[in-house]
């Protein structure tokens, strides 16, 4: 199974999704982002899917589970780099992404948690 | 006189070719009121008839007939010109009609019960090759009216750039299911394309909205947020704000503006920019 890469880069965890997402390769996703985040005590993630052009309702659900999950350890989820195509299917399958935030770009997704992180402090 | 029998109709009409292509030239320029030319019924005639002459003997009973090919094809060609310079189809089919006449009256009187059966086959094959360029005709404008229904799908969903960073879409006429999809995927493509993070769609132009098309126009809203973008919708009427709330429809927390300028100071606002009149001008 594959598995996709989380990197971080200044106080924030990075994962880029270059791949088909199978359920199990989320799942695991998952696992591993809860522990780096703990292990880092990053104060934001961004999930990068410009490469990523079919989505089914699961991998949909997925983007509110990891922001309820960052939640937790007070991180901000930012998804980026949506494809027209994705964010249409999600809105026709009727699934809103909670209280995850989006930007258009990774640069956008950074500075909007630079901002964030700026003014908690 | 035996051998020729049926075909006496077919020897005049060859002999007599060049009187009968004028005669009729005239006829049908008169019928189309000069808005052709005679040298160009002319031609086009004599195109015809040369491929109508071996014809002739045919009733026209079975006009699909392998035959009858070439002819239609000659026909059709000229029908659809005629329909794309905006004659109407009876116009059309009276210039395979005025034929008729002319042969009628060249035959005259000295017709007698043989050749008067032949003039009859003459009359059904002219009819049923009337009939098939009205038959193009139909089918040449609808052709004209899918084409020009495209172009106006293209035409009337531009994605306007109003500011750095600001994109609108002025939605002008009836919205459908079709037309509402072409703009959500424009205006989402243009957002990755420029990088703009505010959109306007503005529905000034528009005369009626209904649950399915407000429905789109949330859809695309939702779907510009997902993408990272807000999207903003302005120009509602009066009527149509009346029936998206006699139709309960909730536009939830998508910003709706009264007016394109208003939205555009929005985004502004959102972007961080203030406008300021020059010292001196301005109200």
């Known amino acids: 199974m594959e598995r996709v890469p989380i990197l971080e880069i200044g106080g924030v965890l990075l994962v880029s999704i270059q791949i088909d997402l199978q359920d199990q390769t989320v799942l695991a996703l998952q696992e591993d982002l809860a522990e780096r985040i703990s292990d880092t005590g990053a104060h934001g993630v961004v999930i990068d899917i410009s490469g990523v052009e079919i989505v089914d309702s699961f991998i949909g659900r997925m983007f509110a589970t990891i922001a309820s999950l960052s939640r937790l350890f007070d991180a901000t989820t930012v998804v980026v780099g949506m494809r027209p195509a994705v964010a249409i299917t999600l809105v026709e399958l009727g699934l809103t992404l909670g209280d995850v935030r989006t930007a258009l770009n990774l640069e956008r997704g950074l500075k909007i948690l630079g901002e964030l992180r700026r003014g908690s402090r | ?283």
């Open chain 2, 1 to 283: 006189m035996v051998a020729e029998d049926g075909r006496r109709l077919a020897v005049v009409v060859r002999e007599q070719k060049d009187v009968i292509v004028e005669r009729w030239v005239r006829a049908a320029a008169e019928s189309l009121r000069g808005r052709v030319t005679a040298a160009e019924l002319d031609r086009e005639f004599r195109e015809v008839y040369a491929v109508l002459l071996p014809l002739v003997g045919n009733d026209g009973r079975r006009i699909d007939d392998e035959r009858y090919i070439e002819i239609r094809s000659v026909l059709a060609e000229m029908s659809r010109t005629r329909a794309r310079s905006g004659y109407t189809p009876s116009e059309t089919a009276s210039s395979v009609f005025a034929l008729k006449r002319v042969v009628f009256e060249l035959i005259g009187d000295d017709a007698d019960a043989e050749l008067f059966r032949e003039l009859i086959d003459f009359s059904s094959l002219l009819d049923a090759l009337g009939l098939v360029t009205f038959e193009t005709f139909a089918r040449a404008r609808e052709e004209i009216i899918t084409e020009q229904s495209e172009q106006l799908l293209e035409l009337t969903t531009p994605v306007v750039k109003l500011w750095e960073g600001v994109l609108a879409v002025p939605l002008v006429g009836t919205l459908d299911s079709a037309r509402t999809q072409v703009v959500m995927e424009k205006l989402l493509e243009s957002l990755v394309e420029t990088g703009a993070e505010h959109a306007i769609i503005d529905i000034t132009g528009v005369l009626a909205v209904d649950t399915q098309v407000a429905q789109h126009l949330l859809k695309t809203a939702f779907a510009a947020r997902l993408m990272g973008a807000e999207c903003t919708i302005s120009g509602i009427r009066p009527q149509i704000a009346q029936t998206i709330v006699a139709l309960g429809i909730e536009f939830g927390d998508i910003t709706t503006k009264a007016s394109l300028a208003d939205a555009l100071r929005h985004a502004l606002r959102r972007e961080g920019v203030e406008v300021v009149a020059a010292a001196g001008k301005g109200r």
